[in-house]
Structure formats: structure tokens, C-alpha cells
């Protein structure tokens, strides 16, 4: 059964800083792995989607790699701003249904 | 485009009466999901459809939830009778065909059960 693990739970960065939030998945027999921002009170907004065959996904300040031997993504966020204060949730996609983890809430403090 | 709509976006009721969730997916996008997300949690898939077939239904609880998608375009999703576990937010996705392809999700509704 696939597990998705979001380490850390929560983040408290300065603006301006760039910042990693990390993803592990226990079933590396995936198609894709997901990026999805949560704002509250919302629903989910896709943000990067890296197919089984791809490294990594570029949009903008965000880049979210994929390294399906260690069952791990990550997602790399450069200069960091107050509105992308949120909860960041990455999802694997495979034999089994769209897996979350529970997510990274991130907050930049101006 | 427009989005994956939903309705209510915020619903309050009393245990033991019955509720219903509507989602009209993105025109064009065959395959329909329903999510439930604890506070705190990631979402957790309920039921999966393509077109108007039930695919993955394992996690719906089925002795008071249920789901159609009559004519594989919108879909309503009822709890009857609600309990107060079953307070939450209910999320829809739809993409264009299977898991393989990137979801897109509804607003959600959040349901407070008294």
C-alpha cells in the first residue's frame, strides 16, 4: 500500500529566502507525483505534475524534482514571498489511487 | 475555462439528517472524483468515476454514503443519515481520463455535522 510522507509538518521562513519541502513515497512503481497548494478555506490548485519518465518540473520560482529509486520528490521554492504562505500537499499516482500526504504548511514572513 | 464547480460550499446540519453534494466537472473531463479531507490530513479518495461507471468505490462506506453520475457529466455525493464523524470537507476532481493525468479540484464544501 502506498504511503506518502511530507517532512516538515510546518515551515516558518523570512521572505526573500529560497526553501525545499520534501516528499517520500514508499511504492516506487508510480506514474506521476503531484504538487498541489492548499489555501484555507479552499481547495486544491495544482502546481507541478512530473510523469514517472521525467526528473523534474519547472513553473516559475517553483521546481519540483523527482527521483523515483529513493522514492523521493521535492519542491524547491526560490525567493519566497507572503502569498505563498499556504499548505503544500504532494500526491503519487500509480496502481493504487491519488495518495496525499498530509502536507507542508509554509509560512513567509514578511 | 471553468473550473470544477461545487455546491454548497459550506453546509450545517444536524446528526442523523441527510445531505447532498453536487460537482459539475471541467467540460471534456471524463473521469470524476470525490475526496473527503479530515483537518489536517490529505485528502482521501471516496469514489472514482469514468464517464458514469463507478471504477474505485473500495473507500466508500456504503452503508450510509452514496454516489451517481447519471449521465457521466455532473455527480451528487449523499450521506444518509450524517454522523458527527462525518464532519469534513468533501472535495471533487475531474481530469481528462484516468490517474495517470493531472486532477483538478473543486473549491470543496465543508460539512459541520451537530
Known amino acids: 500500500k502506498q504511503e506518502v510522507t511530507q517532512i516538515p509538518a510546518a515551515l516558518s521562513v523570512p521572505e526573500g529566502e529560497n526553501l525545499v519541502l520534501n516528499c517520500s513515497f514508499t511504492?516506487?512503481?508510480?506514474?506521476?507525483l503531484q504538487w498541489f497548494r492548499q489555501d484555507p478555506g479552499k481547495g486544491l490548485t495544482s502546481l507541478l505534475l512530473?510523469?514517472?519518465?521525467?526528473r523534474e518540473q519547472t513553473s516559475g520560482r517553483l521546481n519540483a524534482s523527482l527521483d523515483k529509486s529513493s522514492g523521493r520528490s521535492t519542491l524547491y521554492i526560490a525567493a519566497s514571498q507572503p502569498g505563498d504562505s499556504a499548505t503544500y500537499l504532494c500526491?503519487?499516482?500509480?496502481?493504487?489511487?491519488?495518495?496525499f500526504g498530509k502536507g507542508t504548511r509554509l509560512s513567509v514572513i514578511a | 475555462e471553468a473550473g470544477v464547480v461545487q455546491s454548497p460550499r459550506y453546509k450545517i446540519i444536524e446528526k442523523k439528517q441527510p445531505v447532498a453534494f453536487w460537482c459539475n466537472p471541467i467540460?471534456?473531463?471524463?473521469?470524476l472524483y470525490w475526496y473527503l479531507q479530515n483537518l489536517g490530513q490529505g485528502p482521501e479518495l471516496l469514489i472514482r468515476?469514468?464517464?458514469?461507471?463507478?471504477?474505485?468505490d473500495s473507500q466508500l462506506p456504503k452503508d450510509r454514503f452514496s454516489a451517481e453520475r447519471l449521465k457521466g457529466v455532473d455527480s451528487t455525493l449523499k450521506i444518509q443519515p450524517a454522523e458527527l464523524g462525518d464532519s469534513a470537507v468533501y472535495l471533487c476532481?475531474?481530469?481528462?481520463?484516468?490517474?495517470?493525468?493531472?486532477?483538478?479540484f473543486g473549491p470543496g464544501t465543508r460539512l459541520t455535522v451537530l
Open positions: 476532481a475531474s481530469s481528462p481520463a484516468s490517474s495517470y493525468n493531472e486532477q483538478f
Open positions: 511504492d516506487s512503481a508510480i506514474y506521476n
Open positions: 512530473i510523469q514517472s519518465s521525467q
Open positions: 500526491a503519487a499516482s500509480g496502481n493504487t489511487p491519488l495518495v
Open positions: 467540460s471534456g473531463h471524463n473521469t
Open positions: 468515476y469514468e464517464n458514469e461507471e463507478a471504477v474505485d
